[in-house]
Protein backbone atom coordinates (compact mmCIF):
# COMPACT_ATOMS: atom_id res chain seq x y z
CA UNK A 1 0.00 0.00 0.00
CA UNK A 2 0.93 4.13 -0.51
CA UNK A 3 0.43 6.13 2.51
CA UNK A 4 1.14 10.31 1.89
CA UNK A 5 2.43 12.35 4.75
CA UNK A 6 2.44 15.81 4.43
CA UNK A 7 3.38 18.60 6.90
CA UNK A 8 4.49 22.21 6.36
CA UNK A 9 7.75 21.14 6.87
CA UNK A 10 10.43 18.85 8.97
CA UNK A 11 8.09 18.25 11.93
CA UNK A 12 5.82 15.67 10.39
CA UNK A 13 9.20 13.51 10.42
CA UNK A 14 8.04 12.32 12.99
CA UNK A 15 4.61 11.17 12.30
CA UNK A 16 6.18 9.30 9.24
CA UNK A 17 9.05 7.45 11.57
CA UNK A 18 6.46 5.98 14.25
CA UNK A 19 3.94 5.06 11.15
CA UNK A 20 6.87 3.31 9.43
CA UNK A 21 7.85 1.57 12.63
CA UNK A 22 3.93 -0.09 12.70
CA UNK A 23 3.97 -0.54 8.71
CA UNK A 24 7.71 -1.23 7.29
CA UNK A 25 6.48 -2.22 4.54
CA UNK A 26 4.23 0.26 3.10
CA UNK A 27 5.79 2.67 0.49
CA UNK A 28 5.37 6.59 1.47
CA UNK A 29 5.45 9.68 -0.33
CA UNK A 30 5.96 12.66 2.27
CA UNK A 31 5.87 16.14 1.47
CA UNK A 32 7.05 18.99 3.11
CA UNK A 33 5.85 22.77 2.38
CA UNK A 34 9.18 24.34 2.84
CA UNK A 35 8.62 27.09 0.92
CA UNK A 36 5.71 28.48 2.92
CA UNK A 37 6.50 27.13 6.12
CA UNK A 38 5.27 27.95 9.10
CA UNK A 39 1.43 27.17 8.94
CA UNK A 40 0.87 28.04 12.36
CA UNK A 41 0.73 31.90 12.39
CA UNK A 42 -1.00 31.74 9.30
CA UNK A 43 -5.08 32.47 8.81
CA UNK A 44 -7.71 29.42 8.52
CA UNK A 45 -8.12 29.91 4.60
CA UNK A 46 -4.34 30.44 3.96
CA UNK A 47 -4.00 27.26 5.67
CA UNK A 48 -6.87 25.23 3.92
CA UNK A 49 -5.38 26.34 0.44
CA UNK A 50 -2.13 25.08 1.08
CA UNK A 51 -2.92 21.95 2.73
CA UNK A 52 -5.36 21.19 -0.40
CA UNK A 53 -2.25 21.86 -2.82
CA UNK A 54 -0.47 19.96 -0.45
CA UNK A 55 -3.06 16.64 -0.67
CA UNK A 56 -3.92 17.20 -4.26
CA UNK A 57 -0.02 16.55 -4.58
CA UNK A 58 0.17 13.35 -3.09
CA UNK A 59 -3.39 12.35 -4.58
CA UNK A 60 -1.62 12.14 -8.05
CA UNK A 61 0.18 9.24 -6.87
CA UNK A 62 -2.93 6.90 -6.09
CA UNK A 63 -2.19 6.79 -2.24
CA UNK A 64 -4.24 4.40 -0.42
CA UNK A 65 -4.21 7.03 2.86
CA UNK A 66 -3.43 10.47 3.03
CA UNK A 67 -1.84 11.32 6.60
CA UNK A 68 -2.06 15.14 7.60
CA UNK A 69 0.96 14.73 9.75
CA UNK A 70 0.67 18.36 10.88
CA UNK A 71 -1.24 19.75 14.00
CA UNK A 72 -2.34 23.02 12.29
CA UNK A 73 -3.55 21.91 8.79
CA UNK A 74 -5.30 18.99 10.79
CA UNK A 75 -7.05 21.32 13.13
CA UNK A 76 -8.25 23.99 10.15
CA UNK A 77 -8.20 22.26 7.21
CA UNK A 78 -9.29 18.20 8.00
CA UNK A 79 -13.03 18.76 7.41
CA UNK A 80 -12.55 20.55 3.90
CA UNK A 81 -9.79 17.45 2.95
CA UNK A 82 -11.79 14.50 3.75
CA UNK A 83 -14.52 16.18 1.27
CA UNK A 84 -12.76 15.68 -1.65
CA UNK A 85 -10.25 13.19 -1.29
CA UNK A 86 -10.21 9.94 -3.14
CA UNK A 87 -8.90 8.39 0.07
CA UNK A 88 -8.99 8.00 3.83
CA UNK A 89 -7.51 10.93 6.11
CA UNK A 90 -5.71 10.35 9.26
CA UNK A 91 -5.23 13.90 10.89
CA UNK A 92 -3.37 14.29 14.40
CA UNK A 93 -6.28 15.42 16.29
CA UNK A 94 -8.64 12.20 16.80
CA UNK A 95 -5.66 10.02 17.60
CA UNK A 96 -4.26 12.01 20.38
CA UNK A 97 -7.46 12.89 22.03
CA UNK A 98 -8.17 9.08 22.09
CA UNK A 99 -5.16 8.60 24.03
CA UNK A 100 -5.99 11.05 26.09
CA UNK A 101 -8.77 9.23 26.90
CA UNK A 102 -6.55 6.92 29.70
CA UNK A 103 -6.35 9.87 31.45
CA UNK A 104 -10.06 10.99 31.36
CA UNK A 105 -11.00 10.93 35.46
CA UNK A 106 -7.41 11.72 36.72
CA UNK A 107 -7.18 15.41 36.23
CA UNK A 108 -7.17 18.52 33.85
CA UNK A 109 -5.59 17.78 30.41
CA UNK A 110 -3.48 20.78 28.33
CA UNK A 111 -3.01 21.23 24.83
CA UNK A 112 -0.08 23.24 23.44
CA UNK A 113 0.36 24.11 19.94
CA UNK A 114 0.90 26.72 17.12
CA UNK A 115 -1.39 30.17 17.20
CA UNK A 116 -3.77 28.55 14.78
CA UNK A 117 -4.12 25.37 16.20
CA UNK A 118 -4.81 26.39 19.29
CA UNK A 119 -7.06 29.20 18.11
CA UNK A 120 -9.31 27.02 16.22
CA UNK A 121 -10.52 25.20 19.56
CA UNK A 122 -10.87 21.93 17.50
CA UNK A 123 -8.85 19.91 20.62
CA UNK A 124 -10.62 21.86 22.96
CA UNK A 125 -14.28 20.70 21.23
CA UNK A 126 -13.07 17.38 20.24
CA UNK A 127 -11.76 16.99 24.24
CA UNK A 128 -15.46 18.16 25.60
CA UNK A 129 -17.15 15.99 22.90
CA UNK A 130 -15.48 12.73 24.38
CA UNK A 131 -16.36 14.20 27.98
CA UNK A 132 -17.76 17.39 29.08
CA UNK A 133 -16.84 17.59 32.53
CA UNK A 134 -13.10 17.31 31.40
CA UNK A 135 -11.38 20.61 31.93
CA UNK A 136 -9.04 21.95 29.16
CA UNK A 137 -6.52 23.99 29.18
CA UNK A 138 -4.60 25.67 25.85
CA UNK A 139 -2.40 27.27 25.29
CA UNK A 140 -0.22 28.86 21.66
CA UNK A 141 3.36 28.85 22.36
CA UNK A 142 4.78 30.45 19.04
CA UNK A 143 8.39 30.26 20.35
CA UNK A 144 8.45 26.43 20.92
CA UNK A 145 8.65 25.77 16.75
CA UNK A 146 11.61 28.32 16.35
CA UNK A 147 13.64 27.11 19.71
CA UNK A 148 13.57 23.39 17.77
CA UNK A 149 14.65 24.65 14.40
CA UNK A 150 17.19 26.72 16.18
CA UNK A 151 18.39 23.16 17.64
CA UNK A 152 17.66 24.50 21.47
CA UNK A 153 16.10 20.99 22.85
CA UNK A 154 17.68 21.81 26.31
CA UNK A 155 19.58 24.48 28.26
CA UNK A 156 18.74 27.83 29.65
CA UNK A 157 16.70 29.74 26.91
CA UNK A 158 14.75 26.32 26.30
CA UNK A 159 13.92 26.23 29.99
CA UNK A 160 13.26 29.86 30.33
CA UNK A 161 10.59 29.50 27.10
CA UNK A 162 9.14 26.59 28.81
CA UNK A 163 8.75 28.09 31.80
CA UNK A 164 6.84 31.11 30.29
CA UNK A 165 4.01 29.88 28.18
CA UNK A 166 3.47 26.56 30.95
CA UNK A 167 3.73 27.68 34.61
CA UNK A 168 -0.03 29.01 34.14
CA UNK A 169 -0.43 25.24 33.47
CA UNK A 170 1.62 24.21 35.74
CA UNK A 171 -0.57 25.14 38.61
CA UNK A 172 -3.57 23.98 37.29
CA UNK A 173 -2.27 19.98 38.15
CA UNK A 174 -2.51 18.72 34.97
CA UNK A 175 -3.16 14.86 34.31
CA UNK A 176 -1.71 14.57 31.23
CA UNK A 177 -0.93 17.38 28.09
CA UNK A 178 -0.85 16.84 24.32
CA UNK A 179 1.56 18.41 22.26
CA UNK A 180 -0.49 19.72 19.14
CA UNK A 181 2.58 20.19 17.40
CA UNK A 182 5.04 17.65 15.39
CA UNK A 183 7.61 19.74 16.71
CA UNK A 184 7.03 19.95 20.19
CA UNK A 185 8.33 16.38 21.45
CA UNK A 186 11.73 18.04 20.50
CA UNK A 187 11.18 20.10 23.97
CA UNK A 188 9.38 16.66 25.27
CA UNK A 189 12.28 16.28 28.22
CA UNK A 190 12.48 19.29 28.94
CA UNK A 191 8.14 19.84 29.61
CA UNK A 192 8.76 17.12 31.34
CA UNK A 193 11.04 18.08 33.55
CA UNK A 194 9.07 21.28 34.17
CA UNK A 195 5.93 19.79 34.74
CA UNK A 196 6.57 16.81 36.56
CA UNK A 197 6.82 13.20 35.69
CA UNK A 198 2.61 13.00 36.74
CA UNK A 199 2.31 14.58 34.04
CA UNK A 200 1.36 11.91 30.43
CA UNK A 201 3.26 13.52 27.93
CA UNK A 202 1.15 12.65 24.69
CA UNK A 203 3.13 12.92 21.47
CA UNK A 204 0.63 13.14 18.23
CA UNK A 205 3.16 10.86 16.72
CA UNK A 206 2.78 8.03 18.42
CA UNK A 207 -0.86 8.29 18.90
CA UNK A 208 -1.26 8.23 15.35
CA UNK A 209 1.35 5.21 14.97
CA UNK A 210 -0.94 3.27 17.45
CA UNK A 211 -3.89 3.63 15.41
CA UNK A 212 -3.05 3.23 11.76
CA UNK A 213 -2.52 0.03 11.69
CA UNK A 214 -6.37 -0.91 12.82
CA UNK A 215 -7.76 1.49 10.24
CA UNK A 216 -9.82 -0.06 7.11
CA UNK A 217 -7.69 1.18 4.65
CA UNK A 218 -4.63 -0.55 6.11
CA UNK A 219 -5.62 -3.90 7.28
CA UNK A 220 -4.39 -6.44 5.59
CA UNK A 221 -2.75 -4.86 2.89
CA UNK A 222 0.59 -4.20 4.50
CA UNK A 223 1.27 -8.09 3.86
CA UNK A 224 0.38 -8.06 0.49
CA UNK A 225 3.97 -7.62 -0.94
CA UNK A 226 5.08 -4.57 -2.89
CA UNK A 227 8.39 -2.81 -2.40
CA UNK A 228 8.79 -0.66 0.81
CA UNK A 229 10.34 2.40 -0.42
CA UNK A 230 10.35 6.50 0.84
CA UNK A 231 10.09 9.11 -1.24
CA UNK A 232 10.71 13.13 0.44
CA UNK A 233 9.50 16.10 -1.80
CA UNK A 234 9.57 19.64 -0.42
CA UNK A 235 8.86 23.21 -2.07
CA UNK A 236 11.62 24.98 -0.78
CA UNK A 237 15.44 24.00 -2.39
CA UNK A 238 15.96 20.59 -0.35
CA UNK A 239 19.49 21.22 1.19
CA UNK A 240 18.41 22.37 4.46
CA UNK A 241 15.74 20.03 4.62
CA UNK A 242 17.71 17.20 3.64
CA UNK A 243 20.44 18.34 6.37
CA UNK A 244 17.77 18.69 9.31
CA UNK A 245 15.89 15.79 8.37
CA UNK A 246 19.12 13.35 8.41
CA UNK A 247 19.58 14.36 11.71
CA UNK A 248 15.81 13.93 13.18
CA UNK A 249 16.20 10.27 11.27
CA UNK A 250 18.93 9.67 13.43
CA UNK A 251 21.27 9.43 10.56
CA UNK A 252 19.12 8.50 7.98
CA UNK A 253 20.14 9.84 4.31
CA UNK A 254 17.48 12.18 3.16
CA UNK A 255 17.59 12.85 -0.04
CA UNK A 256 14.58 15.45 -1.14
CA UNK A 257 12.89 16.59 -4.73
CA UNK A 258 12.11 19.75 -5.06
CA UNK A 259 8.52 20.64 -6.31
CA UNK A 260 8.71 24.06 -8.33
CA UNK A 261 5.17 24.36 -7.70
CA UNK A 262 1.51 22.74 -5.81
CA UNK B 1 4.68 60.51 -6.77
CA UNK B 2 3.80 56.78 -6.17
CA UNK B 3 6.66 54.73 -4.11
CA UNK B 4 5.91 51.02 -3.73
CA UNK B 5 7.48 48.97 -0.48
CA UNK B 6 7.11 45.39 -0.26
CA UNK B 7 8.63 43.12 2.89
CA UNK B 8 7.67 39.61 3.93
CA UNK B 9 5.74 40.84 6.84
CA UNK B 10 5.54 43.56 8.85
CA UNK B 11 9.33 43.85 9.70
CA UNK B 12 8.98 46.42 6.39
CA UNK B 13 6.65 48.89 8.29
CA UNK B 14 9.03 50.14 9.95
CA UNK B 15 10.50 51.30 6.88
CA UNK B 16 7.74 52.83 5.39
CA UNK B 17 7.53 54.50 8.14
CA UNK B 18 10.24 56.53 8.62
CA UNK B 19 10.38 57.19 4.69
CA UNK B 20 7.14 58.89 5.24
CA UNK B 21 8.61 61.33 7.81
CA UNK B 22 10.99 62.51 5.35
CA UNK B 23 8.52 62.31 2.02
CA UNK B 24 5.57 63.27 3.66
CA UNK B 25 3.79 63.96 0.44
CA UNK B 26 3.80 60.72 -1.81
CA UNK B 27 1.70 58.51 -2.08
CA UNK B 28 2.96 54.87 -0.69
CA UNK B 29 1.86 50.93 -1.44
CA UNK B 30 2.94 49.12 1.04
CA UNK B 31 2.67 44.93 0.49
CA UNK B 32 3.29 42.44 2.98
CA UNK B 33 3.87 38.47 1.77
CA UNK B 34 2.22 37.36 5.04
CA UNK B 35 0.88 33.96 3.43
CA UNK B 36 4.23 33.11 2.84
CA UNK B 37 6.56 34.96 5.88
CA UNK B 38 9.36 34.54 6.59
CA UNK B 39 11.67 34.46 3.99
CA UNK B 40 14.98 34.29 6.06
CA UNK B 41 14.66 30.48 6.64
CA UNK B 42 14.59 29.97 3.13
CA UNK B 43 16.70 29.72 -0.04
CA UNK B 44 17.94 31.94 -2.56
CA UNK B 45 16.25 30.67 -5.56
CA UNK B 46 12.67 31.07 -3.62
CA UNK B 47 13.78 34.20 -2.71
CA UNK B 48 13.84 35.59 -5.69
CA UNK B 49 10.77 34.12 -6.77
CA UNK B 50 9.09 35.48 -3.89
CA UNK B 51 10.30 38.88 -4.42
CA UNK B 52 10.41 38.95 -8.13
CA UNK B 53 6.17 38.69 -7.68
CA UNK B 54 5.87 41.18 -4.89
CA UNK B 55 7.78 43.81 -7.01
CA UNK B 56 5.87 42.72 -10.15
CA UNK B 57 2.60 43.52 -8.25
CA UNK B 58 3.63 46.71 -7.29
CA UNK B 59 5.21 47.12 -10.55
CA UNK B 60 1.55 47.48 -12.28
CA UNK B 61 0.53 50.49 -10.15
CA UNK B 62 3.44 52.46 -11.82
CA UNK B 63 5.61 53.15 -9.13
CA UNK B 64 8.06 56.01 -9.16
CA UNK B 65 10.01 53.99 -6.90
CA UNK B 66 10.63 50.41 -5.25
CA UNK B 67 11.77 50.25 -2.03
CA UNK B 68 12.70 46.49 -1.20
CA UNK B 69 12.25 47.16 2.67
CA UNK B 70 13.17 43.29 3.83
CA UNK B 71 17.02 42.70 4.16
CA UNK B 72 16.54 39.51 2.91
CA UNK B 73 14.98 39.65 -0.11
CA UNK B 74 17.56 42.91 -0.51
CA UNK B 75 20.95 40.41 0.44
CA UNK B 76 19.27 37.69 -2.27
CA UNK B 77 17.13 39.39 -4.72
CA UNK B 78 18.28 43.26 -5.30
CA UNK B 79 20.80 42.50 -8.36
CA UNK B 80 17.72 40.70 -10.26
CA UNK B 81 15.05 43.22 -9.21
CA UNK B 82 17.05 46.04 -10.72
CA UNK B 83 17.87 44.20 -13.91
CA UNK B 84 14.06 44.22 -14.84
CA UNK B 85 12.80 46.70 -13.08
CA UNK B 86 10.89 49.71 -14.99
CA UNK B 87 11.86 52.27 -11.90
CA UNK B 88 14.77 52.76 -9.45
CA UNK B 89 14.85 49.97 -6.72
CA UNK B 90 16.41 50.86 -3.13
CA UNK B 91 17.15 48.25 -1.28
CA UNK B 92 18.35 48.39 2.64
CA UNK B 93 22.01 47.45 2.61
CA UNK B 94 24.19 50.33 0.73
CA UNK B 95 22.38 52.90 3.13
CA UNK B 96 23.07 51.01 5.55
CA UNK B 97 26.67 50.59 5.03
CA UNK B 98 26.92 53.82 3.94
CA UNK B 99 25.65 54.91 7.46
CA UNK B 100 28.55 52.72 8.94
CA UNK B 101 31.26 54.59 6.75
CA UNK B 102 31.70 57.39 10.18
CA UNK B 103 32.37 54.28 12.27
CA UNK B 104 34.87 52.94 9.46
CA UNK B 105 38.30 53.46 11.48
CA UNK B 106 36.62 53.09 15.21
CA UNK B 107 36.52 49.29 15.26
CA UNK B 108 35.18 46.16 13.93
CA UNK B 109 31.89 45.96 12.67
CA UNK B 110 29.10 43.92 13.22
CA UNK B 111 25.96 42.90 11.38
CA UNK B 112 23.16 40.71 12.52
CA UNK B 113 19.94 39.51 10.14
CA UNK B 114 18.38 36.20 9.51
CA UNK B 115 19.91 32.95 8.09
CA UNK B 116 19.54 33.86 4.53
CA UNK B 117 20.78 37.36 5.08
CA UNK B 118 24.00 36.57 6.91
CA UNK B 119 24.65 33.89 4.41
CA UNK B 120 24.42 35.30 1.40
CA UNK B 121 27.74 37.92 2.83
CA UNK B 122 26.19 40.56 0.89
CA UNK B 123 26.72 42.72 3.76
CA UNK B 124 30.08 41.26 4.85
CA UNK B 125 31.01 41.86 0.79
CA UNK B 126 29.68 45.69 0.56
CA UNK B 127 31.33 46.33 3.96
CA UNK B 128 34.95 45.13 2.71
CA UNK B 129 34.05 47.23 -0.81
CA UNK B 130 33.83 50.27 0.87
CA UNK B 131 37.17 49.49 3.15
CA UNK B 132 38.98 46.28 2.68
CA UNK B 133 40.82 46.31 6.80
CA UNK B 134 37.64 46.71 7.89
CA UNK B 135 36.58 44.18 10.58
CA UNK B 136 33.49 42.65 10.20
CA UNK B 137 31.77 39.92 12.71
CA UNK B 138 28.62 38.61 11.23
CA UNK B 139 25.73 36.12 13.09
CA UNK B 140 22.47 35.16 12.17
CA UNK B 141 19.93 35.72 14.92
CA UNK B 142 16.80 33.70 14.00
CA UNK B 143 14.85 33.44 17.45
CA UNK B 144 15.15 37.76 16.91
CA UNK B 145 12.07 37.78 14.63
CA UNK B 146 9.60 35.00 16.36
CA UNK B 147 10.16 36.97 19.54
CA UNK B 148 9.49 40.09 18.29
CA UNK B 149 6.46 38.88 16.99
CA UNK B 150 5.75 37.51 20.75
CA UNK B 151 5.83 40.95 21.70
CA UNK B 152 9.02 39.70 24.27
CA UNK B 153 11.38 43.10 23.34
CA UNK B 154 12.22 42.83 26.79
CA UNK B 155 12.38 40.89 29.99
CA UNK B 156 14.67 38.12 30.60
CA UNK B 157 13.99 35.82 28.01
CA UNK B 158 14.79 38.43 25.03
CA UNK B 159 17.85 38.97 27.61
CA UNK B 160 19.19 35.83 27.25
CA UNK B 161 18.44 35.26 23.75
CA UNK B 162 20.54 38.52 23.12
CA UNK B 163 23.31 37.36 24.54
CA UNK B 164 23.33 34.01 23.43
CA UNK B 165 23.42 35.57 20.05
CA UNK B 166 25.64 38.49 21.08
CA UNK B 167 28.16 37.47 23.72
CA UNK B 168 30.90 36.60 20.75
CA UNK B 169 30.36 39.92 19.07
CA UNK B 170 30.82 42.14 22.57
CA UNK B 171 34.04 40.25 22.84
CA UNK B 172 35.14 41.89 19.78
CA UNK B 173 34.68 45.34 20.81
CA UNK B 174 32.54 46.50 17.99
CA UNK B 175 32.22 50.30 16.92
CA UNK B 176 29.06 49.90 15.16
CA UNK B 177 26.28 47.07 14.55
CA UNK B 178 23.89 46.69 11.49
CA UNK B 179 20.32 45.77 12.74
CA UNK B 180 20.19 43.88 9.38
CA UNK B 181 16.56 43.27 9.79
CA UNK B 182 14.17 45.76 9.91
CA UNK B 183 12.26 43.46 12.89
CA UNK B 184 15.24 44.29 15.10
CA UNK B 185 14.90 47.83 15.42
CA UNK B 186 12.24 46.76 18.32
CA UNK B 187 15.27 44.84 19.74
CA UNK B 188 17.19 47.74 20.16
CA UNK B 189 17.15 48.70 23.34
CA UNK B 190 18.09 45.32 24.57
CA UNK B 191 20.60 44.90 22.11
CA UNK B 192 22.32 48.48 22.89
CA UNK B 193 22.03 47.85 26.95
CA UNK B 194 23.89 44.04 26.15
CA UNK B 195 26.47 45.65 23.75
CA UNK B 196 26.84 49.26 25.54
CA UNK B 197 26.58 52.31 24.85
CA UNK B 198 29.86 53.23 22.95
CA UNK B 199 28.57 50.58 20.11
CA UNK B 200 26.24 52.07 17.47
CA UNK B 201 23.21 50.70 16.37
CA UNK B 202 22.75 51.07 12.48
CA UNK B 203 18.97 51.06 12.10
CA UNK B 204 18.12 50.41 7.84
CA UNK B 205 15.10 52.28 8.01
CA UNK B 206 16.30 55.63 9.13
CA UNK B 207 19.42 54.75 7.05
CA UNK B 208 17.26 54.21 3.80
CA UNK B 209 15.20 57.27 5.32
CA UNK B 210 18.00 59.06 5.45
CA UNK B 211 18.89 58.45 1.63
CA UNK B 212 15.52 58.36 -0.11
CA UNK B 213 15.13 62.13 -0.67
CA UNK B 214 18.50 62.79 -2.24
CA UNK B 215 17.69 60.09 -4.61
CA UNK B 216 16.93 61.48 -8.18
CA UNK B 217 14.04 59.25 -8.72
CA UNK B 218 12.40 61.23 -6.01
CA UNK B 219 14.49 64.85 -5.81
CA UNK B 220 11.65 67.44 -6.67
CA UNK B 221 8.97 65.17 -7.23
CA UNK B 222 7.90 65.71 -3.62
CA UNK B 223 6.52 68.86 -3.94
CA UNK B 224 4.64 68.29 -6.82
CA UNK B 225 1.12 68.02 -5.27
CA UNK B 226 -0.85 64.93 -5.74
CA UNK B 227 -2.45 63.66 -2.86
CA UNK B 228 -0.23 62.03 -0.27
CA UNK B 229 -2.03 58.44 0.57
CA UNK B 230 -1.39 55.10 1.81
CA UNK B 231 -2.49 51.38 0.85
CA UNK B 232 -1.49 48.12 2.05
CA UNK B 233 -1.74 44.95 0.86
CA UNK B 234 -1.48 41.18 2.20
CA UNK B 235 -1.34 37.51 0.89
CA UNK B 236 -2.79 36.17 3.97
CA UNK B 237 -6.28 37.26 5.55
CA UNK B 238 -5.31 41.06 6.93
CA UNK B 239 -6.82 40.55 10.35
CA UNK B 240 -3.52 39.64 12.43
CA UNK B 241 -1.42 41.88 9.92
CA UNK B 242 -3.65 45.20 10.76
CA UNK B 243 -4.14 44.61 14.27
CA UNK B 244 0.01 44.33 14.65
CA UNK B 245 0.88 46.90 12.24
CA UNK B 246 -1.81 49.44 14.51
CA UNK B 247 0.56 48.61 17.12
CA UNK B 248 3.57 49.16 15.24
CA UNK B 249 2.59 52.38 13.46
CA UNK B 250 1.67 53.43 17.20
CA UNK B 251 -2.19 53.56 17.21
CA UNK B 252 -2.63 54.04 13.26
CA UNK B 253 -5.28 52.46 12.00
CA UNK B 254 -4.36 49.63 9.15
CA UNK B 255 -7.20 48.66 6.09
CA UNK B 256 -5.55 45.71 4.47
CA UNK B 257 -6.92 44.63 1.50
CA UNK B 258 -6.05 40.78 0.88
CA UNK B 259 -4.34 39.56 -2.79
CA UNK B 260 -5.74 36.55 -3.86
CA UNK B 261 -2.24 35.62 -5.75
CA UNK B 262 1.04 37.18 -6.81
Known sequence: MRIGVFDSGLGGLTVLRAVREVLPGAEYIYLGDTARTPYGSKSRSTVVRYAKECAGFLWKFEIDLLIVACNTASSLALEELRQISPCPVMGTIEPAV??????????????????ATI???????????????????AKACPLFVPLVEEGLFDGEIAERIIEYYLQPLKERGLAAIILACTHYPLLAAGISAFLGPQVEIIDCAQAIAGEVASLPAVKGKNSQGGSPSLKYFVTDEPGKFNYLAGVLLEGCRVDAIKVESL
Do not use: E, F
Not at 119 to 137: G, K
Open 119 to 137: SSCVYQRRLRDINPTWQVV
Open 98 to 115: RACLTKASAGPVGVIGTS
